[in-house]
């Protein structure tokens, strides 16, 4: 069989590099995630403010693409025609670790689905930097990740956490931080032990452990990027 001169070979597909950035302090970005950012074709970023500041702090120029969970849905298709079309794309989120508690999810999805290549670039991860500080016994845990934003649906997940067998980590936005201590501290009572990491890496960075109603009155009105542990339920102090 002879091919016209018209003919071409298909170009194989790209791929996806989800790269993890630093989370406070920009020392915390890898080497291989600042190679990988200034080699592939476009950036999917959470917000354009966020990723031009990256791009800017690191010497790098390459065009950045918003995908957040307002147009994850819509933007999905053009995403995955430029993989199609040979691109290589990175995901990045606002901080750390990409996809975990962040947009991305659908269009992971999608690319395992096609048989596209996906490429992890470990790095920074706010829960891994907590847990490992955390004295708790965390062999085995729960993670919750952030509850509903409707306060009954609150009320109603942590009533079901009451009893757990395992530690317990808790996610919320920083202006929600003081709103959940104050959920836990009338769901699972004062003495319940908790350990809260606070703006890990930044020079804000605070850790506290004790009962919860310690902890409250020590961060009394702070807001702060956080991750929330809390002991065995069952274990409390009397």
Do not use: W
Not at 79 to 98: E, W
Not at 134 to 145: M, R
Request: aromatic share 6%.
């Amino acid at each position: 069989m002879t091919l016209n001169a018209n003919s071409t070979t298909a170009k194989p597909a790209g791929q996806l590099f989800v790269v993890a950035i630093h989370i406070g302090n920009a020392g915390d970005i890898t080497t291989r995630a600042v190679e990988t950012l200034a080699k592939v074709d476009t950036i999917l970023c959470e917000e354009r403010k966020n990723g031009s500041r990256l791009l800017k702090s690191l010497g790098i120029e390459k065009p950045l693409l918003e995908l957040n969970e307002h147009n994850e849905a819509e933007r999905i298709q053009e995403v995955i025609l430029m993989l199609a079309q040979g691109q290589s794309l990175a995901l990045i989120s606002d901080c750390g670790t990409p996809v975990f508690s962040d947009p991305g999810k659908k269009l992971l999805q999608l690319l395992f689905e096609m048989n596209i290549k996906v490429t992890p670039l470990p790095g920074a991860s706010s829960l891994m930097a907590a847990l490992s500080v955390c004295p708790f016994d965390l062999e085995e845990f729960l993670f919750i990740g952030f509850l509903p934003v409707k306060t009954d649906q609150r009320q109603k997940k942590l009533s079901q956490l009451k009893h757990a067998d395992y530690p317990l980590v808790l996610m919320d936005t920083p202006y929600r931080m003081q709103r959940l201590l104050q959920e836990v501290l009338q769901t699972f009572g004062k003495k319940q032990n908790i350990f809260l990491a606070c703006d890990l890496t930044t020079p804000e960075e605070r850790l506290y452990l004790g009962p919860i109603d310690e902890i409250l009155t020590r961060t009394q009105n702070r807001k702060a990027e956080f991750i929330l542990i809390l002991d065995r339920p069952q274990k409390k102090l009397f």
